[in-house]
């Protein structure tokens, strides 16, 4: 079982460029979340989805978006990078109830300069 | 959406002294409560969860964690740390029924020889 994984661990964007973060796992979690993660911030929920083809808006969704088109495979667009965005972006997923503790991937480091 | 304060932001210690983290939470009708721990350049990962029953819960790594509901506190504590225990620790709260966390800033763990 790899878990939950993310590509690329690295990447540097001009502003106004645009991104795709993946991110997959392996365990057939139905529940899946994005996360981004600023210096003495916590974790922010950006998008989450609670199945293929369902997604949702977390706290902080503005200038991205998603898509889950199989349970595997979830996504994150970045649409015209800003340096707001630099940032630690996590994934991860979970099983169905509250009970289940979120899996998370190693995380895409990025930079908009 | 909860409201998850970590009240130290920095916690140095030396090696084989105890550790305690504190967590405070909004008040809720019933809530579940993590502990994660993120080691440099890497994803979090669980480290203790109340969900209901014994007050007192116990983790990985010698870690454990009492849940007072009267002070909305999850405050997180080791009796001896290792170098090994430097890290970032994340208190996460989710209120009952919802799947989704909220965490705190996070608290940086530095243990010293």
């Known amino acids: 079982n790899a878990g939950v994984t993310q590509t690329p661990k690295f990447r540097i964007l001009k502003i106004g460029q645009s991104m795709t973060l993946q991110c997959t796992q392996d365990?057939?979690?139905?529940?899946m979340y994005w996360y981004r993660q600023d210096p003495g911030m916590g974790l922010k929920l950006i998008y989450y989805?609670?199945?293929?083809?369902?997604?949702d808006k977390g706290e902080v969704p503005n200038g991205y978006n998603v898509s889950r088109s199989t349970t595997e495979d979830f996504p994150l667009r970045l649409e015209l990078a800003a340096p707001s965005q630099t940032s630690v972006y996590f994934c991860?997923?979970?099983?169905?109830?509250?009970?289940?503790?979120?899996?998370f991937g190693p995380g895409t480091r990025l930079t908009v300069l | 959406a909860q409201s998850v304060t970590q009240l130290d932001s920095q916690v140095p210690v030396f090696e084989e002294a105890p550790v305690e983290l504190r967590c405070n939470y909004s008040?809720?009708?019933?809530?579940?409560l993590f502990w994660y721990v993120q080691y440099p350049n890497q994803g979090l990962q669980l480290l203790l969860k109340?969900?209901?029953?014994?007050?007192l819960v116990k983790g990985i790594n010698g870690f454990e964690a009492e849940f007072n509901k009267s002070q909305t506190s999850f405050h997180l504590r080791k009796p001896s740390v290792h170098i090994s225990d430097t890290a970032e620790y994340f208190c996460?709260?989710?209120?009952?029924?919802?799947?989704?966390?909220?965490f705190g800033a996070g608290t940086t763990v530095t243990v010293r020889a």
């Open positions: 365990m057939n979690h139905n529940y």
């Open positions: 991860a997923s979970s099983g169905t109830g509250v009970y289940n503790e979120q899996f």
């Open positions: 008040s809720s009708v019933s809530v579940y």
């Open positions: 109340y969900l209901s029953g014994s007050t």
């Open positions: 989805s609670v199945g293929a083809g369902i997604t």
């Open positions: 996460a709260v989710s209120d009952g029924g919802d799947y989704k966390l909220s």
